[in-house]
């Protein structure tokens, strides 16, 4: 999600590659930097803060040379600081590296390069890599690099500068790190994303997974990481630079909703080893394996969307974990006398950890004795300085104020919690656990199946956009899906919409229905299964429209609904991933056909830092 610009001509660097990061900073950050080589050899500078604050230090301090690489950074590893910023150097200092996405060995390597001699500075995992690269530099920059890339683990963009090659910029991607090459006359550009380039070439080159590309000002060479060459010639970019900058998407919040197969596949990076155990030790700080065996309590505390992504996680974890989980809304947890105690573990969830209500809860939490898990997204926020340990979500920046990715990835690192603690705690056979584990590893491509129903969903969509109020239902693990899916609709389209248990809805909300209000219900597999349907069956006796989130082969439902938005059969306990999305995308294409203000839903904030 960070961003990454290299320059290499005629001109000077600087200059450019300032602009085209600005030109990224839609994309979120929390530190910039910046390495040229001249005259003097690599130099370079970089800052914690926006951008504004490393042209500054350039202003006091310039840097010239017509080769260089930028970087703005969203901390994964290390807090934002200044030392943290990209680039960073190997032991010389002739070799800078920037880099996007998450090196899951890199603890391994820093150990080995620590005993081989190298000094690290930082709590990056991209410092490993201009280490290694230095380590296996025999005179050929080009193919120590290349030499670098088979022993990485993850997913990964990254970009190398060498003042001991001064003519080249070398790039490599892995995974859902994009890149892409500007060509231009006598100069050639790369960056993370088109807006960054527009102002200077519209002839790219796009770089896929397992592909390294050396540039210089002349042009490009492409090559697999082994070295095998391979043809690509630039395409011409015909977008404006408001659609670059989402993707050619309309919007962001729909650009972030297909962001999520990789948003999932971020967060599970590294946290799920080869025999498929999930391990977090690393990362719960002080939550360790003795600590997680003696708590005796579960409590679950978050607003909006984060409350629902925990209530997934209630789920899981009295299903897999078997003790008391509680939930509570963290507006409620401050002023409703938590039972909360020294054995009692505590996961607050908020996307920004600087959710009001959220830290309250927290503070209080932590002032009972209570140990205190924050689920975040951001490094070094309010949050992750008063818990006891923090599971990343690794979503990275969200523009849309409607949450999105953020829920996926919130409800992935419950999944991973739960596993976890199941496993130290061996309440779960280890078999059962593993499968599990490998489930959850094909979720992406689970998501990316639902993804590509989005033109079925619009059309159901443009058929429920008069709609004056709509009811979502779901049970058990998607009752969280179902309130999801409703307040999607209600923050974004402004239709009034509920979501509720499915055997709740006899009790009351069967009175609002009739052939003017749709029902949404989410009918997957699993040992609720007939019971929901028979919840839509009432609904669909009082002639309201039924949709259904459900297997396409599934013949009862075909009986019942009027439409079925179709999803794969994943495990039980994985299906919330898999099946909000659809509903992400029908509260879209709903809001869309409405005019609304889809990104800038009226009233809303993406952070509430105010009670």
Request: proline share 4%.
């Amino acid at each position: 999600m960070c961003g990454i610009v290299g320059y290499i001509g005629q001109r000077d660097s600087v200059p450019i590659i300032l602009d085209s990061l600005a030109r990224l900073e839609y994309r979120g950050y929390d530190s910039a930097g910046i390495a040229v080589i001249n005259e003097q050899g690599l130099r370079g500078s970089k800052s914690v803060g926006k951008l504004a604050r490393l042209v500054s230090l350039l202003h006091d301090d310039p840097l010239h040379g017509s080769i260089g690489l930028g970087h703005t950074r969203w901390a994964t590893h290390g807090r934002p600081n200044d030392v943290n910023a990209h680039p960073h150097l190997d032991c010389s200092g002739s070799i800078a590296v920037v880099h996007n996405g998450i090196i899951e060995n890199y603890a391994e390597l820093r150990e080995r390069l620590k005993a081989q001699g190298h000094r690290f500075v930082s709590e990056t995992d991209t410092e490993v890599i201009s280490h290694l690269i230095e380590s296996h530099d025999k005179g050929d920059v080009v193919e120590a690099v290349r030499r670098t890339l088979a022993e990485l683990r993850g997913a990964f963009g990254l970009g190398v500068i060498s003042s001991k090659d001064p003519s080249r910029l070398i790039f490599a991607r892995n995974g859902a790190s994009p890149l892409i090459v500007g060509v231009g006359e006598n100069e050639m550009f790369v960056a993370s994303d088109i807006p960054a380039l527009l102002q200077y070439t519209r002839e790219t080159v796009v770089i896929q997974e397992g592909e390294m590309v050396v540039v210089g000002s002349d042009g490009y060479k492409l090559t697999s990481f082994e070295g095998a060459p391979i043809e690509r010639k630039a395409l011409r970019i015909t977008w404006n630079a408001a659609q670059a900058e989402k993707s050619g998407y309309k919007h962001f919040m729909l650009k972030e909703i297909f962001e999520q197969p990789s948003v999932v596949k971020e967060t599970l990076a590294g946290r799920i080893d080869e025999d498929y155990d999930v391990r977090l030790e690393p990362e719960l700080g002080s939550i360790d394996d003795e600590l997680l065996r003696s708590i005796s309590k579960i409590c679950i505390t978050g607003c909006g969307t984060a409350y629902h992504a925990g209530m997934v996680g209630m789920y899981l974890l009295r299903s897999l974990v078997g003790l008391p989980v509680e939930m509570e809304l963290a507006s409620e947890f401050r002023y409703g006398d938590p039972v909360v105690d020294p054995a009692t573990l505590v996961l607050a969830i908020s996307q920004s950890g600087e959710t009001a209500d959220t830290i309250e809860a927290a503070k209080i939490a932590k002032g009972r004795g209570a140990t205190l898990l924050g689920v975040c997204n951001v490094v070094g926020s309010h949050l992750t300085r008063l818990d006891d340990g923090t599971l990343y979500t690794r979503g990275g920046p969200e523009i849309g104020v409607a949450a999105t990715k953020t829920y996926t990835a919130q409800v992935t690192a419950m999944i991973l919690a739960a596993l976890h603690l199941a496993r130290v705690r061996g309440t779960v056979p280890p078999q059962r656990l593993r499968e599990i584990a490998r489930a959850t590893s094909l979720l992406p491509a689970a998501v990316d199946v639902v993804l590509n129903e989005s033109d079925r969903i619009k059309r159901i969509a443009r058929t429920m956009s008069e709609a004056q109020s709509v009811l979502f239902l779901g049970r058990y693990i998607n009752y969280p899906t179902a309130l999801e899916g409703a307040l999607k609709l209600k923050e974004i389209s402004y239709i009034h919409a509920e979501g509720y248990a499915a055997g709740e809805m006899k009790h009351g909300p069967i009175a609002l229905l009739d052939r003017r209000t749709p029902v949404v219900a989410v009918v997957t597999s699993g040992h609720v299964r007939e019971k929901i349907l028979s919840n839509v069956a009432e609904a669909k006796a009082r002639e309201a429209p039924i949709i259904c989130v459900a297997h396409a082969d599934d013949a009862d439902v075909a009986d019942i609904a009027d439409e079925i938005i179709p999803v794969p059969r994943v495990d039980p306990l994985l299906a919330p991933i898999v099946n909000v999305a659809p509903l992400q995308l029908l509260a879209y294409h709903i809001a869309d056909f409405k005019g609304c203000d889809v990104d800038q839903p009226r009233n809303l904030a993406k952070t509430v830092t105010v009670e």
